[in-house]
């Protein structure tokens, strides 16, 4: 399977507690990103990364909120001290960034459902 | 960044019927793009649309660019049950902003 890989697919916590998601990306994308997408909602940008660089993170994005790319392939997104308010789906997409005006298109992973208790 | 009104945001059919949703941006856009979610499934991409006046066909998915690339659609025709889901346009800026989309019900 070629295609962006999420792990886990749910994950249940207690509050306070930390959790951290994985992506993998397709292999050959340079351009990675996290999503939060809450029921009836249209996913909601977190940060990207292109390459190792983590580029752009979203305002609303909390300080409890990090992710990382390490070596430019897969990317974990760890949230401490969880909220209820925390619970949504995680959606991880990569990309190929041509540096031009034009945007090619998204591959999105499965999502990594959190269910805060 | 760039954002884009999606109108409607519900809209329920027969089966049978003909649904659009709209897109529509106060800026110009490069490009736009459209995506479907079907219910507990993640965004898939559908197509991209880059030039001005542009309409692409995807069998009974039409979808079209205005004039003034700053408006899209896309027109499904005879809808069926494997149409429902939400579709979503897209700025196609690098960070992919997504609105609410329109959520499709398809009724057999």
């Known amino acids: 399977d070629t295609g962006v890989s999420q792990n886990p697919r749910h994950k249940i916590t207690k509050r306070g507690q930390n959790v951290t998601f994985r992506c993998d990306p397709i292999s050959e994308h340079n351009r990675l990103y996290w999503y939060r997408q809450t029921l009836g909602q249209g996913p909601e940008f977190l940060t990207y990364?292109?390459?190792?660089?983590?580029?752009?993170k979203s305002r609303l994005l909390s300080d409890r909120f990090s992710a990382e790319r390490p070596k430019g392939s897969f990317s974990t997104l760890e949230i401490q001290r969880t909220e209820q308010g925390d619970s949504a789906m995680y959606l991880c997409a990569s990309s190929i960034g041509t540096g031009g005006g034009v945007n090619t298109e998204a591959f999105f992973g499965q999502g990594t459902r959190l269910t805060v208790v | 960044g760039q954002q884009v009104m999606q109108i409607p945001q519900y809209q329920h059919v027969q089966e049978g019927e003909d649904f659009t949703t709209y897109c529509n941006s106060s800026t110009t856009l490069s490009n736009i793009q459209w995506y479907k979610q079907r219910p507990g499934g993640h965004p898939v991409f559908l197509i991209q649309l880059v030039k001005s006046g542009e309409v692409k066909k995807q069998k009974r998915l039409t979808f079209q660019f205005g004039e003034a690339k700053k408006n899209s659609s896309l027109h499904i025709t005879a809808t069926q049950t494997t149409d429902v889901g939400t579709y979503f346009c897209?700025?196609?800026?690098?960070?992919?902003?997504f609105g609410t989309g329109t959520r499709l019900k398809v009724l057999a």
């Open positions: 897209d700025s196609g800026t690098y960070k992919y902003i």
């Open positions: 990364f292109q390459n190792e660089a983590q580029l752009e």
